[in-house]
Nanobody, 116 residues
């Protein structure tokens, strides 16, 4: 089993920045993808950004140019730098790790609130 521990959420004013971190308790075997999803009440969880173990990144259109995902494979950690935050970015952000052999893990979620 792998535990994912998120940190860095909080309250920020519109236009501000936050950096989320997610540390995995151990690595998983084989290529994998770490990502950030978000969810608001009554809506489905949506992908924000993901990054493969070879550092190929993917972003939702709504965050392109504002958010940057990165990872440190030595520390089993993924980061999400969020700039120019908007009220619509308010959500619970979840970290995810999944591998090509079926491993799939979720963090407990961290609240991001952007005040307008």
């Amino acid at each position: 089993q792998v535990q994912l521990v998120e940190s860095g959420g909080g309250l920020v004013q519109s236009g501000g920045s936050l950096r989320l971190s997610c540390a995995a308790s151990r690595n998983i075997f084989g290529p994998n993808v770490m990502g950030w999803y978000r969810q608001t009440p009554g809506k489905q969880r949506e992908l924000v950004a993901s990054i493969s173990s070879s550092s190929a990144a993917n972003y939702a259109d709504s965050v392109k140019g504002r958010f940057t995902i990165s990872r440190d494979n030595d520390k089993n950690t993924v980061y999400l730098q969020m700039n120019t935050l908007k009220a619509e970015d308010t959500a619970v952000y979840y970290c995810n790790l999944h591998g090509i052999y079926g491993d799939n893990y979720w963090g407990q979620g961290t609240q991001v609130t952007v005040s307008s």
